[in-house]
């Protein structure tokens, strides 16, 4: 049964700290499941990120391919969209990017990619996981085995179609952070041949990460901050280890809210916009005003790729700063997502400004303690129950826990925690008296349940 398999896959990919959670023997297992899946003589592109057991893990993930009888393309360090975007431009039957993404330098990890550029669905993963489990690898005889071929100058043609599809104007000057991760060379490399004048903070490749931490939160990015500000940058960019997100800070020093800048993102392209259930309002109203919508899912960047795939919706993205582009790749990059916000700053003005004009309500977060063998069942007397405790509800999301969303714009979510022993409550309300008020009766709800 399902159940009985050991779970390998988060909601990123696999992911842990290495020789504890991740082995090159996890690493090359890994591989041989991937070609045992495809079949043999598939093409699979594999990339790696900075991270200092990069190599040993690409060079396990290739072998296992190897031995499957399938065709490594071997692009190097790059980031993670790079691998999506190689994927599809070359025809591949697969992507493998070697990448723990935001996390710590002990932790590394594996993210398998669709054709498409897609992240693997939740169905595939399993499938790997099943095939791991019971040990059922194909094994090549020794005149099928495959080969490593270099692809390396793919990433000339992410570069050029990058640019081929950003009409940039020359002029703007831009910090951009790096975090000595995998977009060191690339990103400032693009935004120069773009036009833009480059600072680069932290933009030399180093698996210690001794420039900041990955995670590009409000702590880490600290520098970045000062430096558009002295510098009278018009924008600061940062990325996290791999590049699949990017966080903007405005004119003024400041980070960019996230829910603000996707929200201004989208009303910028327009028509159906997917986000995911915890994003702010604040995406809805702007839409609303250029005639857009917008359409939720899940909390992860793999079922926002899915509903775009499925809707066939013109943009999608989570507040994180992991944003989708559908007319270029169905990999999240936070390249593409910096030049977005650098064209968005070209034809609207000042971000500070634009930022400042998003209304904003009031939000809230809480959590509270229960056990995983609670979650289950609370959550199906949440999805009965829960709305019928508030009134002037305006609609009711079931996808992912339960959204409640009232007439005046208000909502709140709660959802059990996917990693820790928690049900989360997360809403906006219209005044801070009608934040509280949402608040105490979900978490009187919750307390009374348990």
Same mark, same amino acid.
């Given at each position: 049964?399902?159940t009985?398999?050991?779970?390998l896959?988060?909601?990123s990919g +696999?992911?842990?700290?290495?020789e504890?959670d991740? &082995?090159?023997?996890?690493?090359?297992?890994?591989g041989?499941?991937?070609? &045992?899946?495809l079949?043999?003589?598939?093409?699979i592109?594999v990339? !790696?990120?900075?991270? &200092?057991?990069?190599?040993?893990?690409e060079?396990?993930?290739?072998?296992g +391919?190897l031995q499957g009888?399938c065709?490594?393309?071997?692009?190097g360090?790059?980031?993670t969209?790079?691998v999506g975007?190689a994927?599809?431009?070359?025809?591949a039957d697969?992507?493998?990017?070697?990448?723990?993404s935001?996390?710590?330098?002990p932790?590394n990890?594996?993210?398998l990619w669709?054709p498409d550029g897609?992240a693997?669905?939740?169905?595939q993963e399993?499938t790997?996981?099943?095939?791991?489990?019971?040990?059922?690898? !194909?094994?090549?005889?020794?005149?099928?085995i495959g080969?490593i071929?270099?692809v390396?100058p793919?990433?000339?043609d992410?570069?050029e179609?990058?640019?081929g599809?950003?009409?940039i104007?020359?002029?703007?000057?831009?910090v951009v952070?790096c975090?000595?991760?995998?977009?060191?060379?690339?990103?400032?490399f693009?935004l120069?041949?773009?036009?833009?004048?480059?600072?680069?903070?932290?933009a030399?490749?180093?698996?210690?990460?001794?420039?900041?931490?990955?995670?590009p939160?409000?702590?880490?990015l600290?520098?970045?901050m000062?430096v558009?500000?002295?510098?009278?940058?018009d924008?600061? +960019?940062?990325?996290?280890g791999?590049?699949?997100r990017m966080i903007?800070v405005d004119?003024?020093g400041?980070?960019?809210?996230?829910?603000k800048l996707?929200?201004l993102v989208?009303a910028?392209?327009?028509?159906?916009?997917?986000?995911?259930?915890?994003?702010?309002a604040?995406?809805d109203?702007?839409l609303?005003?250029?005639?857009?919508?917008?359409?939720r899912t899940?909390?992860g960047d793999?079922h926002?790729?899915?509903?775009?795939?499925?809707i066939?919706a013109t943009?999608?993205?989570?507040?994180?700063?992991t944003?989708l582009?559908?007319?270029?790749?169905?990999c999240?990059?936070?390249i593409?997502s910096?030049?977005?916000?650098?064209?968005?700053?070209?034809?609207?003005?000042?971000?500070?400004?634009?930022?400042?004009?998003?209304?904003v309500?009031? &939000?809230?977060?809480d959590?509270i303690?229960?056990?995983e063998?609670?979650?289950d069942p609370l959550?199906?007397?949440?999805?009965?129950?829960?709305?019928s405790i508030?009134q002037?509800?305006?609609?009711?999301?079931l996808k992912d826990?339960?959204?409640i969303s009232?007439e005046?714009?208000?909502?709140?979510?709660?959802?059990p925690s996917?990693t820790?022993?928690f049900?989360?409550?997360?809403?906006?309300g219209k005044?801070?008296?009608?934040a509280?008020?949402?608040h105490?009766?979900?978490?009187?709800?919750?307390?009374e349940?348990?």
């Amino acid at each position: 049964m399902d159940t009985e398999i050991p779970k390998l896959f988060g909601t990123s990919g +696999i992911r842990g700290k290495i020789e504890k959670d991740i &082995t090159p023997e996890l690493a090359l297992r890994v591989g041989r499941a991937i070609s &045992t899946y495809l079949g043999k003589k598939k093409k699979i592109v594999v990339g !790696y990120d900075t991270r &200092t057991s990069n190599l040993m893990l690409e060079r396990a993930v290739s072998a296992g +391919i190897l031995q499957g009888g399938c065709q490594v393309l071997s692009i190097g360090m790059v980031p993670t969209p790079v691998v999506g975007y190689a994927t599809m431009k070359l025809e591949a039957d697969a992507g493998v990017m070697i990448t723990a993404s935001h996390n710590p330098s002990p932790y590394n990890g594996i993210k398998l990619w669709n054709p498409d550029g897609m992240a693997y669905l939740q169905e595939q993963e399993r499938t790997i996981e099943r095939i791991i489990h019971e040990n059922k690898f !194909y094994n090549a005889p020794w005149e099928d085995i495959g080969k490593i071929t270099d692809v390396s100058p793919v990433v000339n043609d992410y570069t050029e179609d990058l640019l081929g599809l950003m009409n940039i104007q020359p002029g703007l000057k831009v910090v951009v952070d790096c975090a000595n991760g995998a977009a060191s060379y690339l990103s400032p490399f693009i935004l120069r041949k773009a036009g833009c004048k480059v600072v680069s903070l932290n933009a030399q490749p180093d698996g210690f990460f001794p420039g900041r931490k990955p995670e590009p939160s409000e702590a880490n990015l600290q520098e970045l901050m000062k430096v558009v500000k002295v510098t009278g940058a018009d924008l600061g +960019i940062a990325h996290d280890g791999d590049a699949d997100r990017m966080i903007a800070v405005d004119d003024k020093g400041r980070m960019a809210d996230f829910d603000k800048l996707l929200a201004l993102v989208s009303a910028e392209i327009g028509g159906c916009v997917v986000t995911t259930v915890d994003a702010s309002a604040c995406i809805d109203r702007a839409l609303e005003r250029v005639g857009g919508t917008v359409e939720r899912t899940k909390v992860g960047d793999v079922h926002v790729a899915e509903m775009i795939h499925n809707i066939d919706a013109t943009f999608g993205g989570e507040p994180s700063g992991t944003w989708l582009h559908p007319e270029f790749c169905m990999c999240p990059d936070g390249i593409l997502s910096a030049l977005k916000v650098i064209k968005l700053v070209q034809n609207r003005g000042p971000l500070s400004l634009l930022l400042d004009n998003i209304p904003v309500y009031p &939000t809230m977060r809480d959590k509270i303690d229960c056990r995983e063998d609670q979650k289950d069942p609370l959550m199906e007397k949440a999805k009965t129950d829960l709305p019928s405790i508030y009134q002037e509800v305006a609609d009711v999301n079931l996808k992912d826990g339960v959204r409640i969303s009232f007439e005046d714009g208000s909502w709140v979510l709660v959802r059990p925690s996917g990693t820790e022993s928690f049900i989360r409550i997360t809403l906006e309300g219209k005044t801070e008296d009608k934040a509280r008020m949402i608040h105490e009766k979900a978490a009187k709800f919750i307390h009374e349940l348990l």
